[in-house]
């Protein structure tokens, strides 16, 4: 299992990279709407399916439309997640863009398809330097809690605000011993969990960056015992 100090010590060597990447979704040529989207039609997708299907629904407008550019791009439950991004963008029109503190947006705002993790993914996604907030997926919960927990705990983590919140308080001081931004520290985790414990390379991230970019996320940890 991935140590804290492992954690604190891989994220501290690599802390210039995942700001610059940070840098990168800041300047993004995708809107706060588009990366909200993208949080969305992310859940339970392979990270492949998940882009194809986010740039093939970019400028679908009807439900028909964007359930058969995510049924093409492989994305499941494709008449649900349609259904959600165009609520989303009903509830953008009337709310706005997110704004930080994130905490307390998540606390007053419900979003169609964005429960406490995706929402926060999303919110991360906009403002990654600045957020309050992070992604906590069922791999960053297996870090934190030290085991794999059970789809039910991870659902009632995913029900409750504060039960979300006591665990992204943890990665939250870990960041600060770093001096990493909470979105960039959980980045860097993750992908580090992935290489040692999962044995995966990074997903890459990169089609969300600033236009006419050529920087590519690559694999950080290939030499790592």
């Known amino acids: 299992m991935?140590?804290?100090?492992?954690?604190?010590?891989?994220a501290g060597i690599h802390r210039e990279q995942y700001l610059d990447w940070c840098r990168e979704?800041?300047?993004?040529?995708?809107s706060p709407l588009d990366k909200l989207e993208f949080a969305c039609i992310s859940a339970h997708a392979p990270m492949a399916r998940a882009i194809g299907g986010f740039e093939a629904t970019r400028h679908e407008t009807s439900l028909q439309g964007i359930v058969n550019a995510l049924d093409d791009a492989g994305v499941m439950a494709s008449g649900r997640k349609a259904s959600w991004i165009l609520g989303i963008r009903r509830e953008y029109a009337s709310l706005g863009t997110p704004s930080l503190p994130y905490r307390q947006y998540r606390q007053e705002?419900?979003?169609?398809g964005l429960g406490i993790c995706k929402l926060s993914f999303g919110c991360a996604l906009i403002e990654?330097?600045?957020?309050?907030?992070c992604c906590l997926d069922t791999h960053m919960l297996q870090l934190l809690t030290g085991y794999m927990p059970s789809a039910n705990e991870v659902g009632k983590?995913?029900?409750?605000?504060?039960?979300?919140q006591s665990y992204e308080d943890i990665l939250d001081w870990e960041a600060r011993q770093v001096d990493m931004?909470?979105?960039?520290?959980?980045w860097a985790v993750w992908d580090y969990?992935?290489?040692?414990?999962?044995?995966?390379?990074?997903e890459d991230h990169s089609f969300l960056w600033r236009s006419g970019s050529t920087k590519k996320q690559l694999p950080l940890f290939s030499s790592l015992e």
């Open 128 to 133: 990654p330097l600045l957020s309050d907030v």
């Open 2 to 10: 991935l140590s804290q100090k492992n954690r604190l010590a891989y």
């Open 157 to 164: 983590v995913y029900r409750s605000l504060e039960s979300y």
């Open 181 to 186: 931004p909470l979105f960039a520290y959980q």
């Open 25 to 30: 979704l800041s300047e993004s040529p995708y």
């Open 193 to 202: 969990k992935r290489g040692i414990v999962d044995h995966k390379e990074p």
């Open 109 to 112: 705002h419900k979003l169609p």
